[in-house]
């Protein structure tokens, strides 16, 4: 008989991009609904193997399952291997849920993968024994290893198989199907307020002709775009310029969107990229100041190159997003004024401000406990020293969003920022104080359901971000 094997990723009420920001996942203020791609990836190399009898909760997309809905559903259907996908705004939920199943699975295999649990690692070992095991590295690369006994093998990773999960609840805003995917893994560059270094070892790349072949398994969903997820898309030139022919020449049409270094690009790739059907190219800005970049071990190429290259884009039908970060410990309001400045001058379709996260975790270190991790929220409990204090870098973040819808109306800016801005307030105060209460969690959270659904907003693009 083949072994039973549950893929959980659970929701609480909030909408979690749970592979961004390195794999700690970020809180999705925004309508958007993103697939985990390593999570989704790891149940396809089981499902393949056809050794194993795969189930994958991913309960944003099963109609938002709140976790007592969760468990109802597991009390007769007991499986041999139980990994659930954490991230640091739902970690303690999460541990409250795998007791749950512990008590209902009392022979199952129960583990937990993500950053937040690589970094708790000590802690989990010792406080939480309903769990068998924390993996450390990225899932799918760990599924490889466990069903075949491959290491370190990122580029013998199968695509992922959507047909799994609910697939077609990884909207977009706009309601479009979104399916994502990757090249590559890793980043050759080395900036110290990346998370992503802490998680991905090494930059590899996989062939330009798996990765097409990956996206023609993608096409058959018939999605509206298939984003790729790679930290540096373009890092190597001419496997990225292979890639882009190739899809050109096999005749892949759909809109791609990609994150990159914009100084990494030239004319010939860009001429590539929009003949491809590349839509946007997202990539990061973060300062204009020269010395805190310097401090992050952060190289950014001339400004005005980038500058032409971002016109160059636009000319060619290709949007583009500069992601910014505010907050830096050392940065005071007129540093903070001039990177504002700098998305001025650069002028990008869209812009997005993070509030800078202190990625300094020291892996296996004893001290930490979840509390590092704050329920629901998108930064950690990490006590540094900064210049502003912790509103003062959170209004930074979102004074600038303004810009990011403006351009179509202050209507449409107003229901899509401050409006979900807002409701994730209002949510995040109710829901805060109930993270390891799944019950009244879930209780608090149809009430809240059932009071806006007189609200013609509500629910108007698929799941909201909050409840
Ligand atoms: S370039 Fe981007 S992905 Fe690479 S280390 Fe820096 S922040 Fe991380």
């Known amino acids: 008989m083949k072994k039973k094997v549950l893929f959980l990723r659970p929701y609480y009420g909030f909408n979690i991009h749970s592979d961004a920001h390195g794999e700690l996942g970020m809180l999705q203020v925004s309508y958007d609904v ?11 190399v089981f499902s393949e193997s056809g050794e194993y009898q795969v189930r994958v909760i991913d309960a944003a997309v099963e109609n938002r399952m709140l976790p007592d809905e969760l468990l109802k559903q597991l009390e007769n259907d ?14 303690h939920s999460d541990l409250k849920l795998l007791e749950a199943v512990r008590g209902l699975m009392p ?26 095991e924390v993996i450390e590295e990225p899932v799918d690369e760990y599924a490889l290893r466990y069903v075949k006994n491959i290491n ?5 990773l199968p695509a992922p198989d959507y047909t799994l999960v609910n697939y077609k609840g990884y909207r977009d805003r706009a309601k479009g199907l979104r399916l994502t995917l990757t090249a590559s893994r890793g980043c050759p560059m080395s900036c110290l307020y990346c998370p992503y270094k802490l998680y991905y070892e090494g930059y590899r790349t996989k062939s330009a002709e798996a990765v097409i072949g990956s996206m023609e398994k993608l096409m058959e969903l018939e999605p509206d775009e298939i984003q790729f997820r790679d930290q540096y898309f373009s890092a190597d030139k001419n496997l990225t310029k292979e890639l882009l022919k190739g899809i050109i020449d096999r005749g892949i049409r759909t809109r791609i969107v990609c994150e990159t270094r914009m100084e990494s690009l030239d004319e010939e790739i860009l001429q590539l990229m929009k003949d491809a059907g590349v839509g946007m190219i997202c990539f990061g800005v973060e300062s204009a100041d020269a010395g805190v970049l310097s401090n992050y071990n952060s190289v950014k190429g001339d400004l005005r190159r980038v500058k032409e290259l971002i016109d ?13 970060i505010v907050g830096f410990p050392e940065e005071t309001w007129e540093m903070a004024g001039r990177t504002y400045e700098l998305a001025e001058y650069l002028d990008t379709t869209y812009v997005h401000f993070n509030e800078y996260e202190h990625c300094r975790f ?32 959170e209004y930074l973040a979102y004074i600038f969003e303004l810009r990011y819808t403006m351009r179509a109306s202050v209507q449409d800016s107003y229901r899509y920022r401050y409006k979900l801005f807002n409701e994730y307030k209002n949510a995040v105060g109710k829901l805060r104080p109930l993270a390891t209460d799944l019950y009244r969690l879930s209780e608090c959270v149809r009430d809240m359901r059932a009071a806006g659904s007189n609200d013609p907003d509500h629910n108007c693009c698929g799941p909201v971000s909050a409840v």
């Open 152 to 156: 370190n093998g990122f580029i013998h």
């Open 34 to 44: 993103y697939p985990d791609l390593t999570f989704l990836t790891a149940a396809s």
């Open 362 to 393: 020291v892996i296996g270190d004893a001290e930490y406990t979840p509390d590092l991790f704050l329920p629901f929220g998108n930064v950690t409990a990490l006590d540094y020293p900064s210049v502003l204090n912790a509103d003062e870098r």
């Open 107 to 132: 022979e199952a295999d129960i583990k937990i993968c993500g950053l937040a649990a690589k970094i708790l690692k000590k802690w989990l070992t010792g406080n939480a024994p309903y769990i068998s």
């Open 312 to 324: 160059h884009a636009h000319l060619a039908g290709i949007e583009t997003m500069a992601f910014y």
């Open 78 to 91: 007991i499986y041999n291997l139980v990994i659930l996908k954490t991230t640091g705004q739902t970690i």
